[in-house]
């Protein structure tokens, strides 16, 4: 090993070692632990706020929108500890803000343990959004209820594959300014657009999820975070018509961890680079995680040269002890993304890839090229490592390229990367 290979190998060890304590150390302090020590059964002094109490209707069609404002409100403005209860039922409901700050001394709590079905006329949704958690510091939402988006009954709109100016069809759950929140065991069914939106928070661990809709469904991201700070993905099960998990500008500090992804898109990293005034993407880790039948494995995929766009850094990123089955691009670094729909301006892209470490990825594919990574030449891509990767196709030998990039290799390469 040449003593430059040698530093740069060193130099990134460090820094995942570094970003891995972060990720794994910070908000223990104040926050909230992966086990939120919230019960199914309300704890001694906690009162519980039934939207039952609030008239609300377990038919399944009537709009239950003030029973469940009328309830959070009463939950949120309490000044003891409170908890907000969905029963067993199929209760309606279209857009609802749920939006602090609240009185209490603890986390807001939200149990949902029967069905929560959205209202599918899309003029209800001035916003596209549906159940709205904003501005709150403590959130615990669980309950191993279901969140059924009736997704189906409105996928007919979704037109963003073929128009730029699209507008996106309403998420599931939306975490906006959230800080120090907890989603876990809940079902989320069918969404109109994504099922999880996280934007503006921080600190927010959501484990043991459930996240299902048809392979064909639009633009129906399982996890699609942006701008948020500190979050864990978890022990959970995603098939779903787009990515299984999204991670868009602004995001630092993001560790997805033994989540199964397919049917979907992959893990992907961007699009990135469109829009102006997005921030870097810094800090993620995909660990031990399984691909099942899916049309992307891992990518980081940006635009090409767009006007007025200023340059940003996609850096510090960990794929390791990957399982792939049956998929196709297992491994992606696209600077020349486009996306369905849009009209580029073909130029180097401005974003910047660096430290991006892929490690112990291995399994089938159904592609003829298993690793591709075409890089900016204007930011070539600095400090791939590409360490024990072994992808076999079921159709044939399979092929790697890369373009304008620095790859480090180690161990078995399986195919082998020719740059």
């Not at 530093?7 to 910070?26: C, K, Q, S, Y």
């Not at 999880?196 to 999820?209: E, G, P």
């Not at 991670?247 to 397919?262: E, H, M, P, R, Y």
Request: with cysteine; aromatic share 8%; proline share 6%.
């Amino acid at each position: 090993m040449g003593k430059d290979l040698y530093i740069d190998l060193v130099l990134v060890v460090l820094f995942l070692i570094t970003t891995n304590t972060l990720i794994e150390g910070r908000g223990k302090g104040g926050g909230l632990a992966d086990g939120d020590g919230i019960s199914a059964i309300p704890g001694p002094g906690e009162k519980v706020f039934n939207i039952l109490n609030f008239d609300a209707k377990a038919d399944g069609k009537t709009d239950n929108v003030e029973a469940f404002m009328g309830a959070f409100r009463a939950a949120c403005d309490h000044p003891g500890k409170s908890r907000l209860l969905i029963p067993p039922g199929i209760f309606a409901v279209s857009q609802v803000v749920f939006a602090g700050p609240c009185k209490g001394p603890g986390p807001m709590v939200v149990q949902i343990v029967g069905t929560i079905r959205a209202v599918t006329d899309v003029s209800m949704y001035p916003e596209p959004e549906w159940l709205i958690f904003e501005d709150l510091n403590g959130l615990v939402i669980f309950g191993g209820g279901i969140v059924d988006g009736q997704g189906a009954d409105v996928w007919k709109y979704a037109d963003c594959d073929k128009n730029p100016d699209c507008s996106r069809l309403s998420s599931s759950i939306v975490l906006k300014r959230v800080t120090n929140g907890s989603i876990r065991r809940i079902t989320s069914l069918n969404p109109m657009g994504f099922h999880f939106f996280i934007t503006r928070s921080k600190n927010i661990r959501m484990q043991r999820l459930h996240i299902k809709a048809p392979a064909d469904s639009p633009n129906t991201d399982g996890v699609h975070i942006s701008s948020s700070d500190l979050i864990k993905l978890s022990r959970s099960r995603i098939e779903t018509g787009d990515d299984c998990v999204g991670i868009l500008q602004g995001s630092t500090q993001i560790a997805i961890n033994k989540v199964f992804c397919g049917p979907g898109h992959g893990i992907s990293i961007g699009s990135l680079g469109k829009y102006e005034d997005e921030e870097d993407v810094r800090g993620v880790q995909v660990k031990n995680c399984t691909l099942r039948d899916t049309t992307n494995g891992l990518r980081i995929k940006t635009f090409p040269y767009k006007p007025n766009v200023l340059p940003i850094q996609a850096s510090g990123f960990l794929f390791q002890d990957i399982v792939l089955q049956n998929v196709k691009n297992p491994i992606i670094i696209d600077q020349e993304y486009c996306g369905s729909g849009h009209s580029c301006v073909r130029g180097p892209s401005k974003v910047k890839i660096s430290d991006i470490y892929f490690q112990n990825i291995r399994g089938t594919t159904i592609s003829p090229e298993a690793i591709y990574i075409k890089c900016s030449s204007a930011v070539p891509c600095q400090n791939i490592f590409l360490s024990n990767i072994n992808i076999n196709g079921l159709k044939g030998p399979v092929t790697g390229s890369c373009d304008n990039a620095k790859i480090n290799f180690f161990g078995i390469q399986i195919p082998f990367v020719k740059c």
